[in-house]
């Protein structure tokens, strides 16, 4: 299977590509703390695959042969059981459905509505031939290069691109907020998606080996994005669920205080706001302690706002520009976005990330980096065109967060009926479910076998809490806007199906032991589902139990 | 809320570096360009930009492609195609795309080539490619050998993010700089005596900024160094649809074929469609390799620099159109042999020789004769006056590395042949001038 060499490191870790086995994972990286999988740049010294009898061989460099890539995670693990068996309404009706993928697939009808009306922004006529004549010399009143002046590409047709998508994302962030901040077109810089848009902000804040903060649980392709080619080091700031894993200040000092202890140079706190995975936006009153923290500890502060426009419910949104408007004190120099389209509009094939600062250098360091992953002129033009049409976008925003707010209340109810509780929240594609009930022990592994079980038997693909970097077990992430109605019934069917299997089990448990009294017998009067509402004694570990108390 | 101390929080070293590279000459021109344009109507007296490598010769066989297929650049009359489109992010690529490439970079070499889809990595541009391969191939402070004169934008393409370094291997105007086995050689053993670990050697065929293909001779000397020396080569074969005649590009793809695919774990090549199909600002670049390992690597890493899902549909569309992309690839050829002999004949009436070429988008230019001194500072002080009084923007030699001064990279298909007149008019001009000034 594998080779080892004379000079592999005791300490080291497997460089092939392939599928790891998870005992085979865990034999090299299982530690007290058994975070799921660790990158450690000191670790990857020298390597070869093969001993000395391959004279021949190439190696490769230590970034392309460690475990950078991120794909090891548990979080992508599902997401091969879901490829191999696909859940499909018709054709595969028992397959695997993908609730760990956090897409936004509920308002791509709106943008092709608008694309059907406009054609000359991709140069699609519907109509036939005769008309593209016409529409491909159509130059609207944004001003806009035609296609064909695109197409041709001249630096100068780039450029006045460029000015105008430029300007249109400004002002479509600015909608976003409600117009409560302002953006100028001159600070954006664009990228090659939001992924490309962190890792050129890491490259330009921090240097390898030195740290960036970040709150727990947090996604987990930004210990890709942040660190892999970048050398540069993601420290958790715990959060628990005790006051709904919101950032203290106690949390950040203590996590500066261990970088400063171990002799690592903390260059900054990166955010998500709304958080993924929880699905809430950050309050006034915690940015305004991040915003200070930084100031005084002199160093950056990055916020991911890439889930800004899927705000859906109270409290309203607020970002980071919106804090530092009404700051004088805050020096603007440490302030950074990372934006994207991906999640609001719902269009992640077309790769179009953002950075967004406050600090000129910055600006001008990222937009040197971003040669090397533009945005398509093609796209550019697409996006100048629809996201300059104000009317379309303020409606689209509208409706997209309607229907979001509709699916997630569909989906944490279904789940709320069999007594799974999810943590509150009013943003994200995604619910923050507790399943900590469900575990046999409060453990990483627990929860793994959990997980297992989910996607194995229940058939679902959801994202388990300690991918994300929890410090408590029993979490998961579900994704809720990446499917249709119909599918969305038969995860709830299949989840019920387990839960009751669940309680049948751990009520046949419990049947072997000794009866407790101080087990409650009665059944909460909420739950007036006669399928619910079973003579047998529940655990005390029963989701029943604990929803009611 | 007190402000903190005055200091300003540091950024990284990459950040505050300048291996980005754009203090180079090779980008002050283009700013002296950006504040003075060019206009034959609104502003004949501004410099002309002759420093941008860029095919805009044949771009009306792109318009007309699109007249006749409205479709390839929408999703269809019913906009079916759009949402799936629109979520498409996985990094192994369109299929169809990929397969296209394929086709493509084998019809460029006439079928004296195989390309399998399935070893095709697809990046944001060709400047992505190479960045993408330094990082897969090297490890910081490690280095790769490269050809001078070569194109300045390797010096941030290849070691501004990865902290790789670039050695040259020096290449003389005594044999048309070409690559010969000593000064591959002597590259190699200068870094030994550095203590830098050479990881490989990278080759643009055709050259850039020479503008000639590298023949099939010097290809498998090359490779029988890189394997020798047991590293990596990559070809970066960004120009290859634009050699004049297509018989007279050998790709390393035809050599590693003729050997069997023995050993050929360590060649990479680079393509993309910026120049071939002038098509800079769709962001088309593509890593092809013989290493499964590089393969697997680079798609993981090409998640930071994906090509749009919306233009790999478009283009996937045009491709498969061979009968465009034939008649395309020939008249390419054929205009830009044009522009060549055309841009040649009229620096020869000016007295300026050229090296011969027979590909790419530009020549190159011997000024040496004009210099006041044979030095990298003669020649920039050369290139000031051309900028400044001949309002050309041309890429001084020293900013390709090249050994020796006096040459400079001048580009003829960027522009109007009507512009290419006039910037010729001034060449010839400037240098009567400088001849009349040297006699004095």
């Known amino acids: ?549 | 809320m007190v402000k903190g101390a005055e200091s300003c929080v540091p950024l990284s070293e990459v950040a505050t570096s300048n291996t980005h590279g754009e203090d180079s000459p090779y980008f002050a021109g283009w700013k002296a360009y950006d504040e003075d344009p060019y206009d034959a109507a609104s502003n004949p007296a501004g410099v002309i930009q002759m420093g941008l490598a860029e095919n805009q010769v044949s771009f009306d066989l792109l318009e007309k492609y699109l007249d006749q297929h409205p479709e390839a650049s929408g999703w269809g009359c019913g906009i079916s195609g759009f949402r799936e489109n629109a979520l498409f992010q996985d990094y192994h690529g369109l299929q169809a795309f990929r397969q296209e490439m394929a086709t493509f970079m084998e019809q460029i070499r006439e079928g004296r080539a195989k390309f399998d889809p399935e070893r095709i990595v697809l990046t944001a541009g060709a400047t992505a490619a190479n960045e993408l391969l330094t990082f897969i191939l090297a490890d910081p402070g490690d280095c790769l050998l490269i050809p001078t004169p070569y194109y300045p934008g390797f010096d941030r393409d290849l070691r501004w993010r990865t902290g790789v370094r670039i050695i040259p291997v020096h290449c003389s105007s005594s044999n048309g700089f070409q690559v010969t086995l000593q000064a591959l050689e002597d590259a190699y053993v200068k870094a030994e005596g550095m203590k830098i670990r050479v990881r490989g050697l990278l080759l643009t065929n055709p050259s850039n900024p020479l503008g000639t293909a590298t023949t099939g001779h010097v290809l498998e000397e090359v490779l029988d160094f890189v394997t020798q020396k047991d590293i990596h080569l990559i070809s970066d074969e960004i120009y290859s649809g634009s050699v004049f005649s297509s018989d007279e590009f050998v790709s390393v793809a035809e050599i590693v074929e003729a050997r069997g695919y023995k050993d050929c774990d360590r060649v990479h090549i680079v393509y993309s469609l910026s120049k071939d199909l002038g098509l800079p600002g769709f962001r088309v670049g593509a890593i092809y390799s013989y290493n499964d390992r590089v393969v697997t690597a680079a798609r993981r890493m090409s998640s930071f620099t994906l090509v749009s899902s919306q233009t790999q549909r478009m283009l996937a569309s045009m491709l498969a159109d061979r009968e465009f992309t034939e008649t395309y690839l020939k008249t390419n050829r054929e205009r830009l042999k044009k522009r060549h002999d055309f841009i040649t004949e009229g620096l020869k009436n000016a007295g300026i020789e050229c090296l011969p070429g027979n590909a790419g988008l530009f020549c190159w230019m011997n000024l040496a004769p004009l210099l006041e001194e044979p030095t990298k500072e003669g020649e920039l002080r050369l290139w000031s006056l051309i900028v400044h009084e001949a309002k050309l923007n041309i890429s001084p030699g020293s900013s390709c590395h090249c050994s020796e001064a006096g040459w400079f990279r001048v580009c003829f298909a960027n522009m109007s042949q009507q512009t290419l007149e006039v910037a010729l008019r001034r060449i010839k001009d400037f240098t009567e001038n400088m001849k009349a000034k040297q006699e004095k």
């Open chain 1, 1 to 549: 299977m594998f080779e080892w060499s004379r000079d592999w490191p005791i300490n080291g870790h497997r460089s092939e590509s392939t599928l790891p086995n998870c005992s085979f994972y865990f034999f090299f990286f299982f530690s007290a703390r058994c975070s799921l999988f660790r990158y450690v740049p000191e670790m990857t010294g020298h390597m070869r695959i093969y001993g000395g009898e391959h004279p021949n061989q190439q190696i490769l460099s230590r970034i392309a042969t460690n475990d950078g890539h991120g794909e090891n995670s548990s979080y992508f693990d599902g997401w091969k059981a879901y490829e191999n068996d696909p859940f499909h309404l018709t054709g595969n009706p028992k397959g695997v459905i993908q609730m760990g993928l956090a897409e936004n697939q509920l308002s791509l009808d709106l943008i092709q509505d608008w694309l059907k009306k406009n054609p000359q922004a991709s140069i699609c006529t519907g109509e036939g031939v005769s008309e593209f004549e016409a529409i491909a010399n159509f130059q609207d009143y944004h001003g806009l290069p035609t296609f064909r002046k695109v197409l041709i590409s001249t630096r100068n047709a780039e450029l006045q691109l460029l000015v105008l998508t430029v300007q249109a994302i400004a002002q479509f962030m600015e909608k976003v907020r409600g117009g409560r901040a302002r953006f100028d077109p001159d600070r954006i810089v664009m990228s090659g998606g939001a992924t490309g848009a962190q890792e050129t902000i890491a490259f330009c804040l921090a240097d390898p080996g030195e740290a960036f903060l970040i709150p727990t649980p947090y996604y987990p392709g930004f210990d890709r994005d942040f660190r892999w080619r970048t050398g540069v080091q993601l420290l958790p700031i715990h959060c628990h669920s005790s006051n709904k894993f919101k950032i203290t200040q106690a949390a950040l000092e203590t996590a500066y205080r261990k970088a400063r202890n171990s002799h690592v140079r903390v260059k900054g706190i990166l955010v998500t706001n709304p958080s993924n995975p929880l699905g809430t936006t950050m309050d006034r009153e915690t940015l305004r302690t991040l915003v200070s923290f930084v100031n005084e500890k002199r160093m950056h502060l990055v916020c991911d706002e890439i889930f800004s426009g899927t705000v859906f419910d109270k409290p309203r949104y607020v970002s980071v520009s919106e804090v530092i408007e009404d700051d004088p004190y805050c020096d603007r120099d440490l302030i950074h976005i990372a934006y994207s389209l991906s999640k609001d509009l719902g269009v992640p094939g077309f790769r179009v990330g953002v950075i967004y600062s406050y600090n000129d250098a910055v600006v001008s360091c990222a937009r040197k980096m971003s040669s090397f992953g533009l945005v398509s002129t093609q796209t550019q033009h697409l996006l100048a065109s629809m996201l300059g049409d104000e009317e379309f976008t303020t409606s689209f925003l509208a409706t997209s967060r309607t229907r979001l707010c509709r699916r997630r209340r569909v989906f944490t109810e279904g789940l709320k009926r069999v007594g799974i509780h999810c943590l509150d929240g009013n943003a994200g594609l995604f619910c923050w479910m507790d399943l900590r009930p469900l575990l046999k022990e409060a453990t990483v592994e627990a929860e793994l076998r959990l997980w297992r079980v989910i996607i194995n038997d229940v058939k679902l693909n959801i994202s388990p809490g300690s991918s994300f970097h929890c410090s408590e077990p029993g979490w998961f992430r579900v994704c809720f806007a990446n499917m249709d109605d119909t599918a969305m019934q038969i995860a709830l069917s299949r989840i019920k199906k387990f839960v009751y299997r669940e309680n049948d089990a751990a009520v046949q448990a419990k049947n072997k032991r000794r009866w407790d009294d101080a087990l409650r017998l009665s059944l909460p009067r909420r739950f007036e589902d006669p399928t619910i509402m079973t003579p047998h004694l529940m655990s005390p570990h029963s989701p029943l139990v604990q929803a009611a108390t």
